[in-house]
């Protein structure tokens, strides 16, 4: 996708009150960067009551002066007194500007109004037809339906009934079940032939529960899933909108998971299209979509935390974001999962950055697939940034490129490592190998063997392999 025109031009302001010019004074700086059309008159930009009255008269009105205003109670964090919030009105001031700039054939500032009325509102869709019109391209506007679709998918989604058991808490940084310790022993949990973007939409409870007989077997009493949005709703213009067929089968999994002793770490925001669902921008569908997610869970104690995105460092570490944007993002997020669901601790799967989320989460998560000393190190930086629980989210070895016996050794020497170092346990990547049929890109199939078949505990055949004896070591279960 193209990238995004911006344009700015400096703000020249000769102010005029009550019809008396006046020297030039600055003001707060117009943050689309737009030369106003007309001069704008003072204002006491402390004054919150002066701001909102402003706001009241000025609607459909003088739009620079209303724009000045909004941005003056935005950097005040402040809001009048009519229960809309200000960026919605600030997106409905640029979108009017923004006509009446365009209107008078000035399409550079038009343009840069309907740009900065997108950043108030990323699904702005009257915004964004104006900038597709003007030939700019931007994010396509997320797909609407009608009302009676909404109503009737919320209405077909029946309630979910949690299972009966305790919740895991974080007790003096520990994770703490009925008093005790609660060491995690986890693998990251694809099923074998519905990997992916088959996970949600494709896999049979009967396959999820014949599989997890298997993996229990091996001591491992927590399963890390992945919820791509994408599959789970509908209709992403009207926000949270559910995919009934799809949240059945999650409700499935998870009361299975449950029945079968295991607990679940679900990883929020699974997406890797970071332009076309514009993650960091908040935009409302995904704030939504979240908050569906961790409101209907919100009672179910096989849920042990929230993980609310896997390896966002890596989207600033090697990615287009800056590493504030993410982190503002993350805190954000956080706080609103918050809000929905004080039952579960939260905590954000990073991959080399985790110390950079430790004030902002309930437990700090990392990932490491490298040599043994690496991870030492790692987990020292991370002892000495945080007290709080530390959890190695994903640690694997695929045997694409090792062979069996050096993936077993690799694997026992760093989940050694992680009991010596008292971290709040481990989640292995991944369960199963896949088959070269699930992880090709049609028609190409079946694929070529890659590193991402290779990395399971067990193989196609549902066969353990060698690293399943370190598990087990770990796990006490051959001491029973």
């Excluded at 009934?244 to 997406?271: H, K, S």
């Excluded at 299209?273 to 919100?298: G, K, M």
Aim: hydrophobic letters at 40%.
């Amino acid at each position: 996708m193209m990238q995004r025109w911006v344009y700015s031009a400096r703000i020249v302001c000769c102010l005029f009150f009550l019809n008396i010019l006046m020297a030039c004074t600055p003001q707060l700086p117009n943050a689309a960067n737009i030369t106003p059309v007309t001069a704008v008159p003072t204002l006491d930009v402390a004054n919150r009551d002066a701001l909102c009255q402003t706001v009241a008269t000025q609607a459909g009105g003088n739009l620079e002066l209303l724009i000045y205003a909004l941005e003056a109670l935005a950097n005040l964090n402040v809001v009048c007194d009519d229960g809309v919030t200000i960026s919605s009105q600030l997106y409905t001031a640029y979108l009017g500007y923004g006509t009446q700039l365009e209107g008078q054939g000035k399409q550079t500032e038009a343009l840069a109004a309907y740009q900065k009325a997108l950043e108030y509102n990323r699904d702005g869709q009257e915004a964004a037809a104006r900038l597709q019109r003007l030939q700019i391209a931007t994010p396509v506007p997320p797909e609407r339906c009608e009302n009676a679709v909404v109503t009737a998918a919320l209405q077909a989604l029946k309630p979910y009934i949690p299972t009966e058991g305790r919740f895991v808490r974080i007790v003096d940084n520990n994770f703490v079940l009925e008093n005790a310790r609660f060491p995690i022993y986890g693998v990251n949990y694809y099923p074998r032939s519905t990997p992916f973007n088959l996970f949600l939409t494709a896999t049979p409870l009967e396959v999820v529960a014949a599989e997890l007989d298997i993996v229990k077997r091996s001591g491992i009493n927590t399963l890390r899933i992945f919820l791509r949005y994408q599959d789970l709703f509908i209709c992403p213009g009207n926000g949270a909108v559910p995919n009934i067929v799809n949240f059945q089968r999650l409700d499935g999994m998870i009361q299975t998971m449950a029945e079968q002793g295991f607990r679940v770490l679900p990883v929020l925001n699974d997406m890797a299209d970071l332009v076309d669902y514009p993650l960091y921008d908040n935009p409302y569908h995904v704030v939504e979509q979240t908050r569906f997610i961790a409101e209907r869970y919100r009672n179910e104690s096989a849920i042990l935390a929230w993980d609310v995105r896997d390896r966002g460092d890596q989207d600033y570490l090697y990615g287009q974001f800056s590493r504030e944007k993410v982190l503002t993002w993350l805190a954000d997020t956080v706080r609103a999962v918050r809000r929905a669901d004080p039952n579960h601790p939260i905590t954000a799967g990073w991959w080399t950055d985790a110390e950079a989320t430790a004030p902002l989460v309930d437990f700090v998560s990392f990932q490491h697939y490298g040599e043994y000393e690496p991870l030492r190190q790692m987990i020292a930086i991370l002892r000495d940034n945080t007290p709080k629980p530390i959890l190695m989210t994903a640690i694997g070895y695929s045997t694409h490129s090792l062979d069996e016996v050096a993936q077993r050794n690799l694997l026992y020497q760093s989940l050694e490592e992680a009991s010596n170092t008292r971290l709040a346990g481990w989640v292995i990547y991944l369960a199963f190998d896949f088959p070269r049929t699930v992880t090709c890109t049609p028609p190409d199939c079946p694929g070529e063997e890659k590193e991402i078949n290779r990395f399971g505990l067990w193989n196609t055949s549902y066969f353990p392999k060698l690293a399943v004896e370190a598990v087990m070591r770990v796990t006490g279960v051959e001491a029973q």
